[in-house]
Nanobody
Framework: QLQASGGGLVQAGGSLRLSCAAS????????RAWFRQAPGKERLFVAS????????YYADSVKDRFAISRDIAKNTVFLQMDSLKPEDTAVYYC????????????????WGQGTLVTVSS
């Protein structure tokens, strides 16, 4: 089970840190990722991190503003979001996969419930 938290309302230029805690399964060998979905839009890749945390990928739209990290011992993944923009407003979902394309939602087997991020202008 994946539990996302940390969303909220923030002004443009501000920061938020999302967390995704895992329980009930050993996700230590899984790739973990964040996706986001704006109202009426498809779910899009944001960032992913491999099982040991030494490789991360980002969508071009968030590169240099967001940073993904993981605490292997606590089975938790974080998404530090800085310099937030109104277009970052979406429900953010955390996900996990054992193997597959890192940026394809269809390749992820396990999903959290989502946490809403709203960025005001």
């Amino acid at each position: 089970q994946l539990q996302a938290s940390g969303g909220g309302l923030v002004q443009a230029g501000g920061s938020l840190r999302l967390s995704c805690a895992a329980s009930g399964r050993a996700y230590s060998s899984y790739t973990r990722a964040w996706f986001r979905q704006a109202p009426g839009k498809e779910r899009l890749f944001v960032a992913s991190i491999n099982w040991n945390g030494d490789t991360a990928y980002y969508a071009d739209s968030v590169k240099d503003r967001f940073a993904i990290s993981r605490d292997i011992a606590k089975n938790t993944v974080f998404l530090q979001m800085d310099s937030l923009k109104p277009e970052d407003t979406a429900v953010y979902y955390c996900a996990a996969q054992f193997r597959g394309s890192y940026d394809s939602a269809g390749a992820y087997n396990y999903w959290g419930q989502g946490t809403l991020v709203t960025v005001s202008s």
